[in-house]
């Protein structure tokens, strides 16, 4: 089980490592320092220049669009290579839009890829791929148990040419930015009749469609994360053209598990990341602060909790990696245990790392003069987005069980 880097692929990491630390993290704070200068959902003329400058040169290097695995549209890598690269994009809020390698857009471009039709391809994932616009993601909804996909309740029904939606979604992660152009949503199609996994369907919303109305920003423990935003949405009597269906009813939870699987792992990749940037921070801190006369780093349990960090940002790392691998050698089928297990123990592993952190940094850790408190409440959001802990133990429990029972669990 080979779990490295080809020489090629190795050197392009050494050249985003040295991008994000000479380039890209410098301008985080002058970034950040722009949001709520403008219009709340918007970006300032220097906000765009910082980001849009960053994206071309990304570009021109050719350090763009990685997460394409096995793909000639990308750069050949594999997903356990580019887990590598992920983790050092998530060193930096800034780092996987800089490469255009951010969430929501990698699993929708990986849905318009695989399973759109030439002209969504080229409406949609060509602009999405040049890093043009943006796209959200339109699944969960306020009055349905959204963990168990299978009660999704918008409605979507056939009249004539056209398809005609009603309902609402929240949670759309990145429908606030005025760059999103488009959504990908779950809708149902089937009646009760219908089995239970054929009911639901995937369709293209241009975004600013007559019947849109963005509701709300939803809050993230009191922040809207504006510019980026994420959206409570209503839908009255959406109408879109029927051949913005993705490959036809009832083939939602088809296209709903080709997307999530790489999403869901490519998440856990970059919270790896953010876990090593809060040991970084803690290690720096707790050599540079002084308590009763001496480095706070020797002081209490401080080398066990430093200790500690490091074995179990390393468990965590082989665990994502052997997915990665998993998803590399088989189906999706095969990798989905895996893709379940490393869902709970990543996330769980780099909140109790940024929290020892936070802890190390006293009240600075909980201030806006540290990263580490929009780390922990992007990381602990990561606890419930693409399904909470308790729904991926569910799958890891039944898929143990099932080695020692006939019976259908």
């Given at each position: 089980?080979d ?8 050197a ?11 380039e ?37 290097r050719?350090?763009w669009?990685?997460w394409?695995t096995?793909?000639d549209k ?5 997903t356990?290579e580019?887990?590598?690269?992920a983790?050092e994009?998530?060193k ?12 929501p ?6 849905v ?5 039709t030439?002209?969504?391809?080229e409406?949609?994932l ?16 306020p ?23 009603n ?7 990145g ?6 152009k488009?959504?990908?949503v779950?809708?149902r ?14 369709i ?20 809207d994360?504006a ?6 949405i ?22 709903s598990?080709?997307r999530?699987g790489p ?8 919270a ?10 803690m ?5 540079q602060?002084?308590a ?5 780093a020797?002081?209490?349990a401080n080398y066990?909790?430093?200790?500690n ?5 390393e468990?965590?790392?082989?665990l994502?990696?052997?997915?990665a691998w ?5 189906d999706m ?5 895996w893709?379940h ?9 780099s ?15 909980i201030s806006q ?5 929009a ?5 602990r ?19 143990e ?9």
């Amino acid at each position: 089980m080979d779990l490295g880097l080809r020489a090629q692929s190795a050197a392009l990491l050494e050249q985003v490592k040295a991008m994000i630390a000479e380039e890209i993290m410098p301008l985080e704070a002058e970034y950040h320092a722009e949001i709520g200068k403008g219009e709340r959902w918007g970006y300032t003329a220097r906000q765009a220049e910082i980001l849009e400058g960053l994206k071309a040169q990304a570009k021109a290097r050719g350090l763009w669009n990685f997460w394409l695995t096995d793909s000639d549209k990308g750069l050949g890598l594999s997903t356990v290579e580019y887990a590598y690269f992920a983790e050092e994009m998530g060193k930096t809020p800034m780092g996987a839009e800089v490469f255009n390698c951010g969430a929501p857009d990698t699993g929708n471009m990986e849905v318009f890829e695989r399973y759109g039709t030439p002209e969504m391809k080229e409406q949609w994932l060509k602009p999405l791929l040049a890093g043009e616009i943006r796209s959200a993601y339109l699944m969960t909804e306020p009055d349905q148990a959204s963990s168990d996909a299978t009660n999704i309740a918008m409605r979507c029904e056939r009249e004539g040419d056209d398809y005609v939606l009603n309902g609402e979604k929240w949670w759309a992660s990145g429908a606030g930015d005025p760059r999103c152009k488009v959504y990908i949503v779950m809708v149902r199609t089937g009646g009760d009749d219908a089995p239970k996994h054929k009911r639901h369907s995937m369709i293209v919303v241009p975004a600013g469609t007559e019947g849109v109305e963005v509701l709300r920003p939803m809050q993230v423990y009191g922040n809207d994360d504006a510019p980026h935003g994420h959206m409570h949405i209503r839908m009255t009597n959406v109408r879109v053209p029927a051949k913005n269906m993705i490959l036809g009813e009832g083939r939602g939870f088809e296209v709903s598990q080709g997307r999530l699987g790489p999403g869901r792992i490519h998440h856990c990749m970059r919270a790896i990341g953010q876990a090593e940037a809060a040991l970084e921070m803690m290690c720096r801190r707790s050599l540079q602060r002084e308590a009763f006369g001496k480095p706070i780093a020797h002081l209490g349990a401080n080398y066990d909790i430093i200790a500690n960090a490091r074995m179990e940002i390393e468990q965590a790392r082989l665990l994502c990696l052997k997915t990665a691998w998993m998803m590399d050698h088989g189906d999706m089928k095969a990798a989905a245990p895996w893709i379940h297990q490393i869902k709970v123990v990543a996330p769980l592993m780099s909140l109790k790392v940024i929290d020892e952190a936070v802890q190390m940094f006293g009240a600075q850790g909980i201030s806006q003069d540290t990263a580490l408190a929009a780390m922990w409440k992007n990381v602990r959001t990561l606890r419930l987005a693409d399904g909470p802990d308790a729904v991926h133990r569910r799958q890891v429990a039944r898929t143990e069980l099932r080695k020692y029972t006939q019976e259908k669990i």
